[in-house]
């Protein structure tokens, strides 16, 4: 069974850090391209961070520039997203997505969410 499972969230302070995680199963994350997207209360799910197939070329949110770093974990099969510096409008629930095909495993596939909350 498909899967992926969300980790890592928490409560943290202004100028923080967390690193997330996303451990996927059933599935190998390197046919996919893979992303971190965050929804915080009554906005639109957003790009936060992700990766191309293959894991070579990034993109990140211009407010996260700089502060959050995504990453892959082959031998893991696992996701990370590293979060400094930390503010209170990156307070969200944050998902990991895979995206694309593999065999007859084709479609979106989403997480269910861990959340994040910065505050002091």
């Known amino acids: 069974q498909l899967q992926l499972v969300e980790s890592g969230g928490g409560l943290v302070q202004p100028g923080g850090s967390l690193r997330l995680s996303c451990a996927a199963s059933?599935?190998?994350?390197?046919?996919?391209?893979i992303g971190w997207f965050r929804q915080a209360p009554g906005k639109e799910r957003e790009l936060v961070a992700g990766?191309?197939?293959?894991?070579?070329?990034?993109d990140y949110a211009e407010s996260v520039l700089g502060r959050f770093t995504i990453s892959r974990d082959q031998t893991n099969n696992t996701l990370y997203l590293q979060m400094n510096s930390l503010e209170p409008e990156d307070t969200a629930m944050y998902y990991c997505?895979?995206?694309?095909?593999?065999?007859?495993?084709?479609?979106?596939?989403w997480g269910r969410g861990t959340q994040v909350t910065v505050s002091s």
């Open positions: 059933g599935f190998t994350l390197d046919y996919y391209a």
């Open positions: 990766l191309a197939k293959g894991g070579r070329i990034n």
């Open positions: 997505l895979a995206r694309g095909c593999s065999g007859d495993m084709c479609g979106d596939f």
